[in-house]
């Protein structure tokens, strides 16, 4: 089997790194890839939202399977451009997708279907939202309240306001003044929700839905869960409080009624569907969905997957993840701290020297993400997240200590990270 890979984050490198222990693997390329994907698979330069180029690259090169790794390709209709030219692809179409692309769109099928998620309204008019804020604050509406730009913001387009001023701010930057551009022309007013989150992918052919192994994410930038919001600052598998039977009931009321209502909606959904869930008081609530594997999840989760990644994806894209055995788990644990550039999630420096990989113990996995190997052979920094460094151990508590004593022998200028991935895992 040749399989292409699109993108070049972490979990691209993670997708990588699976797939190559596939001994039905017989080449693998990445487009763009990263410094790390370079070591496993040959990089190839292709824009990933040049479909066009990207097709016509998989088609010439005779790949029997592309994955896509990233949302914003995946949102543009890149499956459809590789399946209206019959190349196998593992990524839903662009209609599938609009589960990411519009949080509007998602929302709505979640409500019709009955999906436990947050009471919303939507707007495309600033008045109009003004005026649902002054009806919700006059009739003794509670804060925080949630403001959400509809479109792909890159985790940057949620707004948690904790009064009306702050709420018409947030009206204000995403309508008027326009700070995502049309990302946020259309915003979701949304009831603020309680509890610990969680992340559960699941594998489906838009029919049949198989749950993979959950996971925590951090998205805010410092410890304690303070500072902006990033693309994930780490992430560890699996949490204590995803039992059996939470997940059994995630999968029944949520997963499989979402992949259900995606099919009645003429919009099949065939890929990775990622479930952002709030465990709450009344449930698991879903706080949005995600058409891609998620990042840094991914670098956690793959590595504890026994099963061949290589088949369940050619399931996936074939529509027949019925007749392939359901995955199976190393007991295994594993936690994943991010290393990032100086100033990320904002403006950060690139071409800084990266140094001591070869000095980790050789039970830490790297994957990596804004990296880049120079001709010389030197590896440089490249974007805001640089790396992922992944332990598994018999337990969270150990992956994490595995993580953190091997944390400081990497090393490049400004690098920052959070001393508090799995943390809650150890004391509570
Ligand atoms: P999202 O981009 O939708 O995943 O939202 C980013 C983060 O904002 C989530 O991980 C939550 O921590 C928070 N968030 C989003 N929606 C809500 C909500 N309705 N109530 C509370 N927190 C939320
Ligand atoms: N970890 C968050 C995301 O992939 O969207």
Not at 36 to 61: H, K, Q, S
Not at 236 to 247: I, N
Not at 398 to 415: E, K, M, Q, T
């Given at each position: 089997m040749r399989v292409l890979v699109?993108?070049?984050?972490?979990?691209e490198?993670a997708?990588?790194w699976?797939?190559?222990?596939?001994?039905?693997l017989?080449?693998?390329?990445?487009?763009?890839?990263n410094g790390?994907?370079?070591e496993?698979?040959?990089?190839?330069?292709?824009?990933?939202?040049?479909?066009a180029?990207?097709a016509e690259?998989a088609a010439?090169?005779?790949?029997?399977?592309?994955?896509?790794?990233?949302?914003?390709p995946?949102?543009g209709g890149i499956?459809?451009?590789?399946?209206?030219?019959?190349?196998?692809?593992?990524?839903p179409?662009?209609?599938?997708a609009?589960?990411?692309?519009?949080?509007?769109?998602?929302?709505?099928l979640?409500?019709r279907?009955?999906?436990?998620?947050?009471h919303?309204?939507?707007f495309?008019?600033?008045?109009?939202?003004?005026?649902?804020?002054?009806?919700?604050?006059?009739s003794?509406g509670?804060?925080?309240v949630?403001i959400?730009?509809s479109g792909?913001?890159a985790?940057?387009?949620?707004?948690?306001?904790?009064?009306?001023?702050?709420?018409?701010?947030a009206l204000d930057?995403?309508?008027?003044?326009?700070?995502?551009?049309?990302?946020g022309?259309e915003v979701?007013?949304?009831?603020y929700?309680?509890?610990p989150?969680?992340?559960?992918?699941a594998l489906?052919?838009?029919?049949?839905?198989?749950?993979l192994?959950?996971?925590?994410d951090?998205?805010?930038?410092?410890?304690g869960?303070?500072?902006?919001?990033?693309?994930g600052?780490?992430?560890?598998?699996?949490?204590?409080?995803?039992?059996?039977?939470?997940?059994?009931e995630?999968?029944?009321r949520?997963l499989?009624?979402?992949?259900?209502?995606?099919?009645?909606?003429?919009?099949?959904f065939?890929?990775?569907?990622y479930?952002g869930?709030?465990?709450?008081?009344d449930?698991p609530y879903?706080?949005?969905?995600n058409?891609?594997?998620?990042?840094p999840e991914?670098?956690?989760?793959?590595?504890?997957?026994?099963?061949?990644?290589?088949?369940?994806?050619?399931?996936?894209?074939?529509?027949?993840?019925?007749?392939?055995?359901p995955?199976?788990?190393t007991?295994?644990a594993?936690?994943?701290v991010?290393l990032?550039?100086a100033g990320?999630?904002?403006?950060?420096?690139?071409?800084?020297?990266?140094?001591?990989?070869?000095t980790l113990?050789?039970d830490?996995?790297?994957f990596?993400?804004?990296?880049?190997?120079?001709?010389d052979?030197?590896?440089?920094t490249s974007?805001?997240r640089?790396?992922?460094?992944?332990?598994?151990?018999?337990?969270?508590?150990?992956?994490?200590?595995?993580?953190?004593?091997?944390i400081?022998r990497?090393y490049?200028s400004?690098v920052?990270?959070?001393?508090?991935?799995?943390?809650r895992?150890v004391t509570?």
């Amino acid at each position: 089997m040749r399989v292409l890979v699109i993108g070049g984050g972490a979990r691209e490198h993670a997708l990588c790194w699976a797939l190559s222990r596939s001994p039905r693997l017989t080449a693998l390329y990445c487009a763009p890839g990263n410094g790390g994907t370079g070591e496993i698979a040959e990089n190839v330069t292709l824009d990933p939202m040049d479909f066009a180029a990207c097709a016509e690259w998989a088609a010439r090169n005779a790949i029997d399977l592309t994955i896509v790794g990233p949302d914003d390709p995946l949102g543009g209709g890149i499956a459809d451009v590789f399946i209206a030219r019959g190349l196998r692809v593992f990524g839903p179409s662009a209609a599938a997708a609009r589960i990411e692309s519009s949080k509007a769109w998602a929302k709505d099928l979640m409500l019709r279907a009955g999906i436990p998620t947050a009471h919303a309204a939507r707007f495309t008019d600033r008045a109009a939202a003004g005026a649902h804020l002054d009806h919700y604050d006059q009739s003794g509406g509670a804060y925080p309240v949630v403001i959400k730009a509809s479109g792909l913001a890159a985790g940057k387009g949620v707004v948690i306001a904790p009064d009306p001023t702050a709420a018409r701010t947030a009206l204000d930057d995403l309508m008027v003044a326009g700070t995502l551009g049309a990302a946020g022309h259309e915003v979701l007013i949304e009831d603020y929700l309680e509890g610990p989150e969680l992340s559960l992918f699941a594998l489906t052919d838009g029919e049949y839905v198989v749950p993979l192994a959950p996971a925590c994410d951090y998205k805010r930038a410092y410890d304690g869960d303070h500072g902006p919001n990033t693309g994930g600052m780490g992430a560890y598998s699996p949490p204590a409080f995803a039992t059996p039977d939470l997940l059994a009931e995630i999968a029944a009321r949520i997963l499989r009624p979402t992949v259900r209502a995606m099919a009645a909606a003429g919009a099949p959904f065939r890929g990775l569907l990622y479930a952002g869930l709030m465990l709450t008081r009344d449930g698991p609530y879903v706080i949005e969905f995600n058409a891609r594997f998620g990042d840094p999840e991914t670098q956690v989760v793959l590595p504890r997957l026994q099963s061949d990644l290589l088949d369940l994806c050619l399931a996936v894209a074939d529509g027949r993840l019925d007749s392939v055995a359901p995955p199976t788990w190393t007991p295994e644990a594993a936690c994943g701290v991010v290393l990032a550039s100086a100033g990320y999630p904002g403006p950060f420096e690139k071409g800084l020297p990266i140094t001591g990989l070869d000095t980790l113990d050789s039970d830490i996995r790297v994957f990596h993400a804004g990296t880049r190997r120079q001709p010389d052979g030197a590896l440089v920094t490249s974007g805001g997240r640089v790396l992922t460094l992944v332990a598994t151990a018999p337990t969270v508590a150990a992956a994490r200590a595995r993580v953190y004593a091997n944390i400081d022998r990497v090393y490049f200028s400004g690098v920052h990270y959070r001393t508090d991935i799995a943390a809650r895992e150890v004391t509570g």
